[in-house]
């Protein structure tokens, strides 16, 4: 940034601070609000007291939402599909970038392979068929069925792929000159200098897994196996869009409070991590798009 | 030196995920034979009856087709045009700034909501634009009435539109703002120079720098044009607002999973994949022609 250390502030620096304060407010507005719900008291919130700040502020939402056993079940399966999820997406990420990476003059069906990944990923046959095939492999109401199906994240295989072949040959030619074969090149040259981009995609995949909810809604029939999101969808949206009986209001407003606690914890995993990993989830967008 | 080939391993290397993209991509490209069948799950592809393109043509009869798909096109492109705007007019809001510590604290809080599922922001949004939510407060005290948003067919496609633009603009602002600082900065000083403003010089030396990024973007758009969002639209939707909230993707679960057409659902889903793919693979080799950006 060329900027003159000692430049003087004008006001319409000001001006263009404060414009962007205002949205960068009005981003978190919404959290702020939600937050402010789960902890305001139930009749104030039934009676629409909440704006930005909790009114009659407790615990009690919290509090009862420990004895929601069926929010911690859902939880819990939320939990294991990412650790589960994760560690599949990492792996075959990992080991189909890197042979999809390789020249054709050192891999003859490279080609092939990545016309075959680009095109399922470009063109399906819809919901109908992609069901059957999970009902019929008896995946439904197994965690398997959250987990297996988005097996290979094909967009972050590309990415990786076009990471993969930025690498500088010298490396890899010196560790061939090494005695190298392509496990041990993939294992302790390439993936170690990707790590970056590698932890980038891998956060990426982990983050969609928590907010996956479509899949545990039609994959899982038990109540005990449905996802997080899929809980909350159920428990909070849904109402919403089936008791259309009465015009003005289509929530319930008793719940408003328990449900805003749930919510919130929902979000919890999320901005907890995403302060830290900060770098990487900016880095995940310039990835794969602004390209010489 | 020996070249020896290590094809062998690289086909080993990709079995476990090919396995994968096989059983759950190519398989499922059989089930289309649905589409042309009068299906019945109890007697499976094999013995349900051909009806040839019968469900295509009752498609096209259909007047919820028309309906879908100008509600999937309408909402799709609104999106599309605030998704260059806003961004854009942050990026190079983000770009003047002089206080670069602030600068990466906006950054961050402005690319947050992308991360969060639509399932939270619907509930949230849900509570927000209730009768008694904060959004109607506001309404009520300038207008003196409230607003049922959510339940409006006027109403609807702006709120999503507009929380779209509110969950997604940081991303696509980043992106821009990386195009912005790679523009040449002897180009600005040459402006100053010749005595431009700070408005003469967005004029003539970022906007121009940034098109092509801007142009990059539009194109790759287009293969997701019939993409309106079906997480956001399921999570916020109602039969109230089907006229005009109802795109192709939740109109297909709703026939397909809920009312049990399967051949319909699989007709209406596989066109509109094919139509889809056609526009992606246009985009990419418009995108690839002209800018240069090749995906593979």
Not at chain 1, 106 to 121: L, P, Q
Not at chain 2, 64 to 80: A, E, G
Not at chain 2, 202 to 218: R, Y
Request: hydrophobic share 55%; aromatic share 14%; net charge positive.
């Amino acid at each position: 940034m060329l900027l003159s250390a000692k430049r003087r502030i004008k006001p319409t620096d000001i001006v263009l601070l404060l414009a962007m304060l205002a949205i960068t407010l009005l981003c978190l507005l919404p959290l702020v609000y939600i937050v402010s719900l789960s902890l305001s008291g139930k009749s104030a919130a039934a009676a629409g007291l909440v704006t930005l700040f909790p009114v009659d502020f407790t615990f009690y939402s919290y509090q009862y939402m420990l004895s929601d056993h069926r929010f911690f079940e859902a939880f819990g399966v939320s939990v294991e599909r990412v650790v589960i999820g994760g560690i599949i997406n990492f792996a075959l990420t990992i080991l189909m970038a890197f042979p999809l990476a390789k020249e054709r003059s050192e891999f003859k069906s490279r080609n092939v392979y990545v016309w075959i990944i680009i095109f399922t990923m470009m063109f399906n046959g819809g919901l109908i068929p992609w069901y059957m095939v999970v009902k019929n492999l008896h995946l439904i109401d197994t965690i398997w069925a959250l987990t297996l199906p988005g097996a290979v994240p094909v967009f972050n295989v590309i990415l990786l792929m076009n990471f993969f072949r930025n690498q500088p040959k010298e490396i890899s030619e010196a560790a061939v000159v090494d005695g190298a074969g392509p496990w041990r090149m993939l294992v302790s040259v390439a993936a170690p200098l990707a790590l970056p981009a590698i932890a980038t995609v891998t956060l990426f995949s982990i983050v969609n897994h928590w907010n996956a909810f479509f899949d545990g809604m039609i994959l899982m029939n038990k109540q005990s196996n449905i996802p997080l999101q899929t809980y909350i969808q159920q428990l909070v949206v849904q109402p919403v869009i089936s008791s259309t009986t009465r015009a003005e209001d289509l929530i319930n407003f008793s719940q408003r409070t328990f449900n805003a606690a749930k919510i919130v914890v929902t979000m919890v995993p999320i901005l907890v991590i995403y302060p830290f990993l900060q770098k990487y989830f900016v880095t995940g967008i310039t990835l794969g798009s602004v390209k010489e | 030196m020996g070249k020896k080939s290590h094809s062998l391993h690289y086909h080993l290397m990709l079995a476990p995920g090919m396995a994968f993209i096989i059983v759950f991509g190519i398989v499922p490209l059989f089930g289309i034979a649905i589409a042309f069948q009068d299906f019945i799950p109890v007697k499976g592809i094999t013995g349900s009856r051909w009806v040839g393109f019968d469900n295509f043509v009752y498609m096209f009869q259909l007047d919820d087709s028309k309906r879908i798909l100008f509600n999937t096109l309408y909402i799709s492109i609104l999106k599309m045009i605030m998704q260059i705007i806003v961004p854009v007019g942050t990026a190079l809001l983000l770009h003047e700034l002089v206080f670069p510590r602030m600068k990466k604290w906006f950054q961050t809080i402005i690319y947050l909501p992308h991360f969060l599922s639509w399932v939270i922001l619907a509930g949230i949004l849900t509570d927000m634009l209730s009768a008694q939510g904060l959004v109607n407060k506001v309404v009520q005290a300038l207008f003196g009435e409230t607003v049922f948003f959510l339940g409006s067919n006027f109403w609807f496609p702006i709120v999503v539109v507009l929380s779209d633009v509110w969950k997604e603009f940081g991303f696509n602002a980043i992106i821009f703002l990386a195009a912005l600082t790679a523009i040449n900065p002897s180009l600005y000083e040459a402006a100053e120079i010749d005595g431009a403003g700070r408005l003469r010089k967005m004029w003539s030396v970022t906007l121009p720098g940034i098109m092509p990024t801007i142009v990059l973007v539009t194109t790759l758009n287009i293969g997701q044009v019939l993409n309106a969002g079906f997480d956001q639209i399921y999570n916020l939707y109602n039969p109230l607002v089907y006229q005009s909230g109802d795109i192709i993707d939740t109109y297909v679960y709703r026939i397909g999973l809920v009312q049990y057409q399967f051949g319909l659902a699989t007709a209406v889903g596989s066109l509109k994949s094919l139509v889809g793919f056609i526009l992606i693979f246009i985009s990419y080799r418009l995108a690839a022609k002209y800018a240069n950006y090749r995906i593979f």
